[in-house]
């Protein structure tokens, strides 16, 4: 069973922001929506406060998160220990999606490294922290980022992006409205 904590502290938080990858699941509110399950890396995730994490949403073929999360905001990101001590934590809460067009877009942003290709911040209230041992999880050495990303976000360039975007990530795979915050901004 797993424990749960009051709050994201100093301890936790260093491991949280040294992990490569961690995984991030949403819903739609329907029963008959798929659920999304994402990996993210890239060096994409910050804890704001004890009760708050933020990532960048990088351009991508989806838009399940985004979608989700503008219907009914249930988020949960989850991280594995594959070095270590074997470990599981869940961040279980709230999420709200901050565009480029947000007030406070930039102030996030900032808290990351600089990418091309950014489509939003998902910012999460964390309601629930749980911690599991793990023990199940593989070990794994990390070997490093792929850039393959990074080249495809280069090689479309700024006006390609959001070519896709409004092409690519207006629904998600349920219908639900994703990326609509451009048309609003021309």
Known sequence: M????????????????????????TAPRGDDGFVNCSPKGLDSLRVLDEHTVAYLDL?????????????????????????????????HGLGGVVHPGDATFADLAARFPTRDGVRSVIRVDVTRISESCGYGVPQMA????????????????????????????????????????LEASN
Request: with cysteine; charged share 30%.
């Open 2 to 25: 797993a424990d749960v904590l009051e709050r994201i502290d100093a301890k936790l938080r260093d491991w949280i922001e040294r992990q490569h990858v961690y995984f991030v699941a």
């Open 59 to 91: 351009t991508g073929s989806g838009v399940e998160t985004i979608a989700h999360l503008k219907e009914n905001g249930r988020i949960v990101v989850m991280l594995c220990a594959f070095d270590g001590p074997p470990r599981i934590v869940r961040l």
């Open 142 to 181: 990390y070997v490093g980022d792929r850039e393959a990303l990074p080249k495809w976000v280069e090689k479309k360039g700024t006006d390609g992006i959001i070519d896709y975007q409004r092409s690519r990530n207006a629904y998600s795979l349920d219908g639900l409205p994703g990326v609509d915050w």
